[in-house]
């Protein structure tokens, strides 16, 4: 089994709900090159149709257990340099599942620098360790003496160093700290507190300031939040473990104790026991702590990056409105109005700016250019930036729509999220480079409400800002995850060959940037693709990139009628076969449900291609080249409410789902700062995951249940029955503090009682 170990197919096949043959298969599509989106759409019958998201599950998973492989693969042959490996040894790595499992293993054979346990053996101390340990009667104080040396000048000095050989040997003990990590992980508790003197300067962390839950239900949203509190120093945080118990001895001591036999009475067992309680005070909780709290920012940051992923999708797969001529309005009060028109295809037709609101206020001059430009242009879609001054310039335009006869243009309130980004971007400055910064958020704003997906990607994922703590997080893992799901939805829809830009082409799978700049090179020269074939006339693409991406690039009424659909070339013959078999022309059959549904799949399966190809061709004749995304709805903001100071509780008002956090959906009702729905508010049932409910761009009906003006925080309910609609846990950070950057990055600062405090913060601060 070339390039994987025999036994990660077993353990992904377990997480994933597949077979490890699957598995097999899938891993060898994905190590000769094939992307996720070409595996669950075009080989199927290879991997028992495993679908995108087992896939991207898979490839992840597999990155890990190939890393925890080669680590094993070292952790052996250091071991066995040493000439320390024995089979009992070499069948414990072989049985750890986790890089944690496997550093307890190999932590006394780790080459380290020299330690006062070390200084203790040479100084001849080890006899006297084993010695205390073997004889519980004797008075250890007494085989001291017996140790006494130029070294060693007195009992206390032989003792001492007695403690640290045997707390190096407890300390070390693979199978002790597997079962302390497991009783911390069931009993441990996260504790923050807000460090003296910062609760003013802190104050947007006031929910933490004295605050403690279990570490294994901490949900990671709190976790990145009391996180960054101590990262920006208003928080100390701390693991807690039997903090309530009062005995002498604590539990966790005792099990050092009693993994030694170490428990009775007998002078040794009295010396042990303090022996025991050091080596859990200074070596092995300051060790799992730091374990702990790792383990913690990973759990916490899976789920972040997992919330991003989820609300990115959606807000790519967001309903488009479609080719039609559209004004792009990026509000400002005091800079003015930024306009952009488009034509139906998003090619910039017209820019200017307008000044309605102070200091100018030239309302009716601003009314009449955009008038003329609607008229002029035949304006059917209006885009106005969500962002500052966004209401007002609603408020313009509808005044303006009021008076304007029949047909109107749709009015619609688009999210800004990223455009700022992307007018200051290389890739804005090539497509508009004699267009000033400020009217390319026009044209982005505009773009994005026509084709959501084709404008959105040309944005760095990170930056279309609908993540939870988005900045905390591991960045490669997170932009890892954020471009398979750009990859995902692009692919899901498909790319028209012949309009698409540069930056879409570039996430079609297969193609990358520079194959998808020679794409549109060579249709800017030789004119517009009339078959997906003369892709092979691209320089630079060959045969494989040709299998890899011709099934998702369509070619409207193109020389083959199957160039506009799903259909791979590959499979062609299975279509005609199809068609032939009808007795139709096939443009005739695209489309006839009755006669495709009459078929027999089963009747068109060959040696290659077997029933998931031969129904997906089926599916794709009877709705060609379908878009999977919704069909496109906007909200409306009620009237007289603009800011947060006109919301009263009770109000019903309609909004957008802007984003999807663990805790709950945020949603835009139009005031420049959206609400939160928290969990419990979001249906009259108990749901466990916001995403069950809502996802970001759904539009949405919510009642107003509290406002904070100071804390500048709504909540808001989706609640049909109003008597438990009880006021929502407000607790869950806002919008403006889950997706603000933080300031710049300073160690992380612990506050702790004693040594340990100590070593943790500086062990803390060394790994950040």
């Known amino acids: 089994m070339s390039g994987i170990s025999r036994t990660i197919p077993s353990i992904i096949a377990s997480e994933i709900g597949a077979t490890p043959q699957q598995v097999v298969t899938a891993v060898a599509l994905l190590d000769e090159g094939a992307t996720v989106p070409f595996i669950a759409r075009y080989r199927k019958e290879v991997t028992g149709g495993l679908d995108d998201t087992q896939l991207r599950n ?3 998973r597999l990155i890990y257990l190939r890393e925890l492989e080669a680590r094993r693969e070292a952790i052996v042959a250091s071991i066995n340099e040493q000439g320390k490996l024995t089979d009992d040894l070499q069948a414990k790595i072989a049985a750890a599942t986790t890089k944690a499992e496997l550093e307890d293993i190999y932590l006394p054979y780790k080459p380290k620098r020299r330690t006062k346990a070390d200084i203790a053996r040479e100084n001849g101390l080890g006899p006297l360790a084993e010695a205390i340990l073997a004889d519980r009667a004797a008075t250890p104080s007494e085989l001291a003496t017996s140790y006494l040396s130029d070294k060693v000048a007195d009992v206390k000095a032989a003792l001492d160093g007695a403690r640290d050989i045997l707390s190096e040997q407890f300390a070390e003990n693979a199978d002790l700290v597997g079962r302390l990590r497991t009783y911390l992980h069931e009993r441990a508790f996260l504790r923050s507190r807000v460090i003296d003197g910062k609760q003013q300067a802190g104050a947007k962390f006031s929910d933490y300031f004295d605050h403690a839950e279990r570490w294994a239900s901490v949900p990671g949203h709190r976790a990145l939040a009391m996180m960054r509190g101590r990262n920006e120093e208003f928080l100390s945080l701390e693991i807690e473990v039997d903090a309530d118990d009062l005995s002498p001895v604590k539990p966790v001591e005792r099990m050092v104790a009693q993994t030694y036999g170490i428990g009775g009475e007998l002078p040794g067992d009295r010396w042990l026991m303090t022996v025991a309680s050091w080596t859990w005070r200074v070596k092995l909780s300051l060790h799992l702590t730091i374990d702990l709290m790792s383990t913690l920012r990973e759990r916490a940051e899976e789920e972040a990056i997992q919330v991003f992923a989820r609300n990115l999708k959606d807000l790519l797969l967001a309903a488009p409105a479609g080719s039609r001529p559209t004004m792009g309005l990026d509000p400002g009060i005091r800079t003015g109005v930024k306009v952009a ?3 139906g295809t998003g090619k910039l037709i017209a820019t200017t700016t307008v000044y309605p609101f102070p200091p100018k206020n030239d309302v009716r001059g601003a009314q009449a250019e955009i008038a003329s430009l609607v008229r002029q242009h035949g304006v059917e879609l209006i885009a106005i930036g969500n962002g500052t001054g966004s209401r007002e310039t609603e408020k313009l335009v509808a005044e303006l ?22 007018s200051a971007s290389a890739t804005a400055a090539a497509e508009f480079p004699d267009l000033d910064v400020s009217l390319r958020g026009a044209v982005s704003i505009a773009r994005r409400l026509q084709d959501p997906l084709a404008e959105l990607v040309k944005i760095e994922p990170k930056s279309i800002g609908v993540g939870q703590y988005q900045h905390d ?10 471009e398979g799901v750009v990859e995902d939805a692009v692919n899901a829809v498909g790319v028209d060959l012949n309009t698409a830009s540069a930056w879409l082409l570039a996430r079609v799978s297969g193609l990358g940037a520079s194959v998808a700049e020679l794409i549109v090179a060579h249709r800017n020269n030789a004119g517009p693709f009339s078959s997906r074939k003369e892709l092979l006339n691209v320089t630079r693409l060959g045969p494989r990139t040709f299998e890899q991406c011709a099934g ?10 199957l160039d506009a659909s799903s259909v791979h070339p590959e499979a062609y013959g299975v279509a005609k076969k199809i068609v032939a078999a009808c007795g139709r022309d096939l443009r005739s059959l695209m489309g006839d449900s009755a006669t495709l549904k009459a078929l027999d799949p089963a009747a068109f399966v060959d040696e290659r291609f077997g029933l998931p190809t031969v129904r997906d061709i089926i599916a794709e004749l009877d709705k060609p080249g379908r878009d999977p995304r919704p069909s496109f709805k906007t909200a409306t903001f009620a009237d007289g ?29 139009g005031v420049h700062q959206d609400g939160l729905v928290h969990v419990s508010q979001l249906a009259d049932r108990f749901v466990k995951d916001a ?6 761009g759904d539009v949405v009906k919510v009642r107003v249940v509290d ?9 808001l309910s989706m609640r049909k029955d109003s008597s438990q609609g009880s006021r929502p846990e407000p607790r869950d950070d806002s919008k403006k503090h889950a997706n603000a950057r933080p300031a710049q990055a300073r160690p992380p600062k612990v506050e702790a009682q004693g040594a340990l405090g100590a070593a943790l913060a500086e062990a803390l601060r060394k790994r950040s």
Request: glycine share 8%; hydrophobic share 45%; net charge negative.
């Open 58 to 60: 898979l490839s992840e």
């Open 341 to 343: 028109v488009i034509d």
């Open 401 to 422: 729509l009021g008076d304007m006869p029949a047909p109107k243009p749709l009015k619609v309130i688009v999210s800004e999220a990223g455009a700022s980004v992307y």
């Open 473 to 482: 997080v591991d960045q490669y893992r997170l932009a890892r995850a954020l």
């Open 552 to 561: 998702f690039l369509r070619i409207q009424g193109g020389t083959e009628p």
């Open 641 to 669: 409410v603009d800011d947060m100071k006109d919301l009263k509780p009770g109000m019903l008002l309609e909004g957008t789902v802007t984003n999807v956090a663990a805790f709950g959906a945020f949603v835009d009702i």
């Open 691 to 696: 995403h069950e409910v809502v996802k970001a």
């Open 707 to 715: 406002v904070d003006i100071p804390r500048k925080r709504i909540a």
